[in-house]
T-cell receptor
């Protein structure tokens, strides 16, 4: 059981180049997420997918696109990379917790992709 | 607005007890998470509180007061391997909001 895997682990891009970050999970989770983590800031949600075939914007979606064609895969695309997109990108999948009338999602994170845009 | 505050750094001694505080102001609240993140690694789940009070799990305990918008993570019998960042996160369904994290240094 590999959990959540991400490729590549490291990537250097030139401004204006495009690329796709890949994420896969083998836990049969319905929901998946893409975050970026920058020094001194918390994880910020870029996009999420509540279930296969659906995607929604998070806090910082500009400059990114996503695709969830299969339940186990969630792809993050950078259309035209900019230096401001230099960051560590984490993919996550989640399992639902319920407690009475409340619900929440415990997230399992991949190892991250360290992206530098020059 | 959405805001989560936690101290940037803390230092403690091996074998001691440390308390990491978190205050939050968020528009939605379905519970509060604590995650641990070692340098260069992914965050991993530690605890989840949805009701007021203390949840204990081995050396780690987490407390929540919803009326005060306050939580803390208590680490007992500190070990060197506890040196890591601790992320406070408030859940609102799919859109969990993460704090910037508290970097804990454990010294011998």
């Amino acid at each position: 059981n590999a959990g959540v895997t991400q490729t590549p682990k490291f990537q250097v891009l030139k401004t204006g180049q495009s690329m796709t970050l890949q994420c896969a999970q083998d836990m049969n989770h319905n929901s998946m997420y893409w975050y970026r983590q920058d020094p001194g800031m918390g994880l910020r949600l870029i996009y999420y997918s509540a279930s296969e075939g659906t995607t929604d914007k998070g806090e910082v979606p500009d400059g990114y696109n996503v695709s969830r064609l299969k339940k186990q895969n969630f792809l993050l695309g950078l259309e035209s990379a900019a230096p401001s997109q230099t960051s560590v990108y984490f993919c996550a999948s989640s399992v639902l917790w319920t407690s009475g009338s409340t619900y929440n999602y415990e997230q399992y994170f991949g190892p991250g992709t360290r992206l530098t845009v020059t | 607005g959405q805001n989560i505050d936690q101290p940037t750094e803390m230092t403690a001694t091996e074998g001691a007890i440390v308390q990491i505080n978190c205050t939050y102001q968020t528009s939605g609240f379905n519970g509060l998470f604590w995650y641990q993140q070692h340098a260069g690694e992914a965050p991993t789940f530690l605890s989840y509180n949805v009701l007021d009070g203390l949840e204990e799990k081995g050396r780690f305990s987490s407390f929540l007061s919803r009326s005060k918008g306050y939580s803390y993570l208590l680490l007992k019998e500190l070990q060197m391997k506890d040196s890591a960042s601790y992320l406070c996160a408030v859940g609102g369904g799919f859109k969990t909001i993460f704090g910037a994290g508290t970097r804990l240094f454990v010294k011998a």
